[in-house]
């Protein structure tokens, strides 16, 4: 099979990993057959897209195989570990919200083929706040216990942000702007298998990095909470790490074969950096720009942060020391933390929607503009 040109140090990776990169590179090519066949049926009945967690009985049938398929919870699935895992997010606060803003999001706007699909549709750039908390509350509701079983709030989320990506492949492969020969399919399974290791290892090696203590097994907890959760979303399960150390190997082949961050990466970034500017004023404003600019530069280290063109080379500087400083100070009981951490979020999710309702629905139509090239 030939692969999209996206692909770069192809026969490298080919001879240091094998079958993985092989199965990585075909997955450019494929997409979610089950959420591409349940967002035509919508498209023709869009008023299902409100009705997903009613009964099933006249539904269109596209939509309930997608909802009966996502009903079976896979026999590789551990329930108590998945239902544990997600604590980790509470217990690191503040912290968990600073690495999934100046990390994991902003190392998926890095890829330049992956950030097609988000750079077409124009919704971070014109609703930075309002998306921010709609990924965070898809966050929370994954990481909350019990809430991924079938019929549940963050099983319906998750079903809601699959739906929402098939109909961006849809508006994306009716647009003509698409170029499949240099990018491959949009929102293929290579791309959501990145995005999900966003969510799951590279989260984890963050709080590390912001003196979070995670145990291996609680990292290998978290990684296997979203291997479900990233399965459910539409992802194939063999695809997906079952532990850090198979997140690694893949973080590190898909790292090596992306290629540079591009304009729409540094657009991307610099939108959600400076968004704060768009909801307050003046000097706190300028801080939490600052505050990002910096504690991005510190997270994914000087090369990325110069490719993207952002600053914060004082406050980088500052973080190992206050990584020290969260390592020696007191530590509240896990129960505390996690209550904290909760509130945190709560505000968070809050302040973001400002009032409007998190809908996670699709954009009704692409900007249809595209800066950077692969």
Not at 183 to 210: E, R, Y
Not at 274 to 281: L, M, T
Not at 307 to 316: D, S, T, V, Y
Not at 331 to 344: I, T
Request: charge should be neutral; charged fraction near 25%.
């Amino acid at each position: 099979m030939s692969w999209p040109s996206r692909v770069h140090r192809g026969p490298e990776s080919l001879l240091l990993d094998g079958p993985l990169a092989e199965r990585m590179f075909d997955a450019l090519w494929e997409m979610d057959p089950l959420g591409d066949a349940a967002a035509e049926a919508l498209a023709r009945e869009p008023r299902w897209m409100a009705r997903l967690g009613e009964g099933r009985a006249d539904m269109p049938a596209a939509l309930r195989g997608l909802l009966d398929a996502a009903s079976e919870v896979p026999e590789w699935v551990d329930r108590e570990r998945v239902d544990r895992a997600g604590s980790l997010l509470f217990r690191a606060g503040v912290a968990g919200g600073i690495v999934l803003g100046a990390k994991s999001l902003i190392a998926g706007y890095c890829a330049p083929a992956g950030n097609k699909p988000l750079a077409m549709t124009g919704q971070l750039r014109a609703k930075v706040s309002h998306r921010l908390a709609e990924t965070s509350k898809y966050v929370v509701s994954t990481c909350t216990p019990g809430s991924l079983w079938p019929g549940e709030e963050g099983w319906e989320i998750t079903l809601r942000v699959r739906l929402m990506h098939a109909h961006v492949r849809r508006l994306i492969e009716r647009s003509g702007d698409w170029r499949p020969d240099e990018w491959g399919a949009p929102i293929n399974q290579h791309d959501m298998v990145a995005t999900s290791l966003l969510f799951s290892s590279v989260f984890v090696k963050g709080v590390q990095q912001l003196g979070v203590r995670v145990s291996r097994a609680e990292a290998d907890d978290f990684v296997h909470l979203w291997r479900y959760a990233s399965w459910l979303i539409g992802c194939r399960a063999d695809l997906l790490p079952t532990d850090m150390h198979d997140a690694g190997r893949l973080t590190r082949l898909i790292r090596r074969t992306q290629g540079p961050p591009d304009d729409d990466s540094r657009a991307l970034t610099h939108a959600l950096l400076e968004s704060p500017r768009a909801s307050i004023q003046g000097q706190p404003a300028e801080l939490q720009v600052a505050l990002g600019h910096g504690f991005c530069r510190a997270m994914l280290g000087d090369a990325i942060a110069d490719e993207l063109q952002i600053g914060g080379h004082k406050i980088a500087a500052m973080v190992p020391v206050l990584r020290t400083m969260a390592r020696l100070a007191p530590r509240p009981s896990r129960e505390r933390l996690e209550a904290g951490g909760r509130r945190y979020w709560e505000r968070a999710i809050e302040d973001g929607r400002a009032g409007q309702p998190l809908e996670f629905r699709p954009p009704r139509q692409l900007l249809n503009v595209v800066t950077g090239t692969a």
